[in-house]
């Protein structure tokens, strides 16, 4: 009996037809055939190597066993593919600065304003001379930086500085002969270094004594009326309650774009929010803080100062647009530098003395 598992090998399919038996003394299970005969020639009886058994008609050589290929891993999402959607969680709003550090600073400032402001009025003057001059540096600086600007800020600081003392001792008067002689100064000055750029330079110089000294004269011109801390507190109070009442508005509900190309994160409902907050605070400020004023005149006041505040941020946005940065300076933390923070004032600082003076007058 054949051992193979799979049965006896048929007596038929051999080459030449005949059967292993019919070639005389093979192994069991040799195929015959004339291929076998010469093979057999070659090789005698007895030292011939054994022959493989056939053990089905048509068997073939055995091959090697195919490897198993391992089990198939789906396979991850390609980077262009979109993997299942996963709910989307909303995003909380982040504000743009790092308010621990604004308020802290806000703080700071605040208590040396009101300190110098109701204890003796020379000492606040000092305080607006010394933030124009850190002003003035901090546009000289950034002027010269990105456009290749110069500025003489020497004659800027000592003119600025001067035009503010002399708005406090001389009036509005004194605030003008002062801002002649700086620009004259300005002129003068640039022409110790080579022609080239002189107009350019002396132009940026005679517009940072305007921009940064000039306007914060009228801060000193509100300090000379009998109660002149009360109207530069209301001046404070109502630019900064505006500046708030807009970022915090805008943060919250600020969907459409006040000016994109100028400012893109103001939106106009915080507009709304800083004409809402300066008119509610301009109402009591006039009711409670300033001889002879009345609640409407606090709300008008109150609109015009929000719109200059914002107009005035709109001003500065622009020039740090074209100069390609985003804070005028470092000095303030949470806050960018003295400018940033001069921007909403310095142009609110006229509206505000000119429309108490309409209303209460000027002394």
Not at 257 to 279: C, D, H, Q, W, Y
Not at 311 to 339: A, N, V
Request: hydrophobic share 45%.
């Amino acid at each position: 009996m054949n051992d193979s598992p799979w049965g006896a090998a048929p007596s038929v399919g051999y080459a030449g037809g005949r059967r292993p038996s019919d070639q005389g003394s093979f192994p069991e299970g040799t195929p015959a055939g004339p291929a076998h005969d010469a093979h057999a020639a070659r090789h005698p009886t007895g030292t011939q190597p054994p022959m493989p058994t056939v053990s089905d008609v048509g068997s073939q050589i055995p091959q090697e066993p195919m490897p198993t290929p391992p089990p198939a891993t789906p396979a991850a999402p390609q980077p262009d593919q979109p993997g299942p959607e996963q709910p989307q969680q909303p995003q909380k709003k982040r504000a743009g600065r790092d308010l621990r550090a604004a308020i802290g600073v806000g703080v700071g400032l605040g208590a040396v304003i009101f300190a110098s402001l109701f204890v003796v009025k020379a000492v606040f003057v000092g305080v607006i001379a010394v933030a124009v001059v850190v002003g003035l540096w901090e546009l000289t600086s950034r002027l010269a930086e990105r456009k290749q600007i110069k500025a003489p800020l020497v004659p800027l600081a000592v003119g600025g500085a001067a035009m503010v003392v002399a708005g406090y001792v001389r009036g509005a008067e004194g605030a003008w002969v002062a801002m002649a002689l700086t620009a004259l100064a300005v002129l003068v000055w640039r022409m110790t270094e080579p022609p080239d750029g002189y107009l350019k330079d002396v132009t940026a110089g005679v517009f940072a004594a305007f921009y940064v000294p000039f306007l914060a004269t009228f801060v000193a011109l509100l300090l000379t009326a009998e109660d002149g801390p009360m109207r530069v507190l209301t001046f404070l109070l109502l630019t900064v309650v505006s500046d708030t009442g807009a970022y915090a508005v805008g943060w919250r509900f600020g969907k459409h774009k006040l000016a994109p190309r100028i400012s893109p994160g103001k939106t106009r409902e915080g507009l709304f929010g800083a004409v809402a907050f300066a008119m509610g605070t301009g109402a009591l400020c006039m009711e409670f803080l300033i001889d002879g004023g009345s609640w409407w005149q606090g709300l008008l006041l109150g609109l015009a100062v929000a719109v200059s505040a914002t107009l005035g941020d709109l001003g500065e946005s622009m020039i740090k647009r074209d100069l390609g940065i985003k804070d005028m300076g470092t000095l303030l933390p949470g806050h960018g530098g003295i400018m940033d923070r001069l921007d909403s004032l310095l142009p609110t600082a006229p509206v505000v003395w000119l429309l108490l003076a309409v209303f209460v007058g000027q002394t």
